[in-house]
């Protein structure tokens, strides 16, 4: 890139954080203070005990945990220090907290309950429910989703209920079965919740996923079966992996079947349409804060904390100032979304998020499908209201959540402050995230 195409981005970059308040030069100062960070309980352990282990972790003076007072208590989020080490935590190794940010949670909790709705409803979901993660990795929002469902609507139910998570990427869908995994999402062989639940990987390109032939890669059943004949042993061995893999391509195979039987929903998609569907789409992530400072860092040639940083005079983020990178990734984002929207059921909810505060990437999109299908789609008003909630005012989350341009969707905003001594800053929240509702008529 040219000196005075670099310069231009960089001049771009500078003017696009501004609009919200932040300075691109105090991210990269030297000392930086962290906000709280977030954690969700894992409802597969008694609550109560994990926030008394928890408690032990901090100094005896802490205030933390912190319950997220307006985020329905059914959802399990906490806010811990910004400078706590969640990967040495001895809740976090046993599998009873997620390391999950709370923006996050809102987007699972409006896709799931009404809770977050302006105009409340019933909120006992039909069952048996069909759920789609259209881009699931690295799997938190599906284990949020499978969480809530096994604790808040199947429990009393002997219906089965199946959450499948789709995604491009192998090894990131690796990483979302180990998740699964460490935190007991599927249960243990012998427990009465065996059945209730279902979850399935399917490694395919979401913008296709029910118009080619789906790969699943990962089955709960499959995965219970296999404990069962494994027990007893400390790794599963090639043979075992082999099975894995035939029972697979078995109900792989079941799936078509079904599907040539005309038991789809429609002829031409293979799998059947769903109740909800979760579009968590790739974007700029720009909302990070965090994130963003370690980009820049890295494009300075900075160790973040060791070096004195230099300006953003030279610095940017291509899909951000890039005029035709951004294109590519509005096509993309549009794509995972409509073919979301074709997946979903009639009557059925949609929730589409990013981690960016791009309008082109967020409100224009949505504008986008609700101008494609204006008959179909129609937008759910969405409310988080923290007035009245002790600790949120104080917290600064009436400064953090917005509304965004199209009535009744949601911004998290990123907040960052200055010291005037020009040393250090302050990341107050680091939550920049939009979501949006939508329901198919």
């Not at 977050?116 to 006992?124: H, L, M, P, T, V």
């Not at 995972?336 to 998020?353: A, I, M, Q």
């Not at 937008?379 to 600790?391: H, P, Q, R, T």
Request: glycine share 6%; aromatic share 6%.
């Amino acid at each position: 890139m040219s000196e005075p195409q670099t310069a231009d981005h960089a001049a771009k970059l500078r003017a696009y954080y501004a609009q919200f308040g932040i300075d691109v030069n105090d991210l990269l100062k030297e000392k930086l203070v962290l906000a709280d960070r977030h954690i969700r309980l894992n409802p597969a352990f008694d609550g109560d005990e994990t926030l008394k282990l928890l408690q032990t972790e901090l100094p005896p003076d802490s205030k933390y945990p912190h319950p997220i007072s307006w985020l329905h208590k059914s959802f399990g989020f906490y806010s811990l220090p910004g400078d706590f080490r969640l990967s040495q935590s001895s809740c976090y190794k046993e599998g009873r907290i997620y390391g999950q940010e709370v923006s996050s949670g809102a987007a699972v909790a409006a896709l799931l309950s009404t809770h977050c709705d302006r105009i409340k409803g019933n909120d006992s979901p039909q069952v048996p429910l069909r759920i789609l993660d259209l881009c699931c990795a690295p799997g938190l929002k599906l284990c949020a989703i499978s969480d809530y469902l096994r604790k808040n609507v199947l429990s009393d139910n002997s219906e089965e209920a199946t959450v499948i998570g789709v995604d491009c990427s192998e090894s990131r869908l690796s990483t979302c079965r180990k998740i699964i995994e460490k935190h007991q999402v599927v249960p243990y062989i012998g427990s009465k919740e065996g059945k209730s639940i279902r979850i399935r990987l399917y490694n395919n390109d979401g913008t296709m996923f029910g118009s080619e032939p789906t790969n699943l890669i990962f089955d709960s059943s499959v995965c219970m079966e296999q404990r069962l004949h494994d027990e007893g042993r400390k790794r599963r061995n090639r043979s075992a992996k082999g099975r894995e893999r035939k029972r697979l391509k078995e109900l792989v195979d079941v799936d078509r079947q079904a599907s040539q039987a005309g038991e789809s929903s429609l002829s031409h998609v293979p799998v059947k349409l769903f109740d909800r569907v979760l579009v968590d789409v790739e974007c700029s992530t720009d909302g990070s804060l965090k994130h963003v400072r370690r980009q820049l860092a890295k494009q300075a040639g900075v160790f973040v904390g060791t070096t004195k940083p230099e300006t953003s005079e030279s610095l940017s983020i291509p899909v951000l100032t890039d005029e035709e990178e951004l294109r590519r990734l509005v096509d993309l984002q549009r794509s995972l979304l409509s073919n979301g929207f074709r997946l979903l059921k009639k009557g059925g909810h949609l929730v589409y998020s990013t981690c960016s505060l791009s309008e082109d990437q967020n409100e224009g999109v949505v504008k986008w499908l609700l101008d494609t299908y204006p008959s179909q789609a129609s937008v759910i008003e969405l409310s988080f209201d923290w007035s009245g909630v002790n600790g949120c005012e104080e917290q600064g989350w009436n400064e953090i959540l917005k509304e965004g341009s199209i009535p009744g969707t949601v911004r998290f905003v990123p907040k960052l402050s200055s010291n005037n001594n020009m040393e250090s800053s302050r990341i107050l929240s680091d939550s920049g995230f939009f979501l949006a509702k939508i329901a198919k008529v």
